[in-house]
């Protein structure tokens, strides 16, 4: 299975490519995408291009995965979202449908991750229904805190993953 294309008013969710590549680099390379992410540590070209891989991954051999997110008025990279298992080393384990969202700098602040995960539950609920989601958010990360409240989430546990306290919220 390949991802569906979804859209809102402003943006535009669909699979990775390969072209996408060279942005999704220079998210991650950049201190204010990780800041709350991975320990705050910036993510290597090596690394990003195994979460390109990982991305495709995911419809091909589960049905789900994460979007890229672009700006319908600019064509503009805008980040990645979406649902995903990523069989996470945390104790106690997550559930399989985790939702995930990261967005590049420039659109922080706009509605967009509210924005695009209504688009993927309301996809997720159609093809998977009834299955509950989970999500992990750094404890400090308070605009990522909202978007999961907005979206239904409430939280269910603290734990700590990779040396960074994290909070897991569950809808």
């Known amino acids: ?30 201190p ?22 990982r991305h495709a991954g995911h419809w091909a051999l589960l ?14 990279f805008a980040g990645e979202v979406g649902i995903a298992s990523f069989e996470r080393d945390i104790t106690p384990p997550l559930l399989p449908f985790e939702a995930a969202w990261v967005l590049a700098p420039w659109c922080h602040g706009r ?6 995960l209504r688009a993927v539950h309301t996809w997720f609920e159609g093809a998977f229904p009834n299955q509950p989601t989970q999500c992990i958010i750094d404890v400090g990360n308070v605009p990522s805190h909202r978007v999961a409240e907005k979206l ?6 603290r734990r700590t993953y990779h040396g960074s306290p994290l909070i897991v919220f569950q809808r």
Not at 63 to 76: D, L, P, Q
Not at 152 to 157: A, K, P, Q, S, V
């Open 111 to 116: 509605g967009y991750a509210t924005e695009a």
């Open 63 to 76: 049905g789900y995965g994460i979007f890229t997110v672009v700006e319908r008025a600019t064509g503009k």
């Open 32 to 53: 204010a995408t990780t800041k709350y992410i991975g320990g705050g540590v910036q993510q290597t070209r090596e690394q990003t291009y195994a979460r390109v891989l």
């Open 1 to 30: 299975m390949t991802a569906p294309e979804l859209t809102t008013e402003r943006l535009l969710l669909r699979g990775t490519r390969i072209t996408d590549f060279p942005d999704s680099v220079s998210m991650w390379t950049d």
């Open 152 to 157: 239904g989430y409430t939280e269910i546990d």
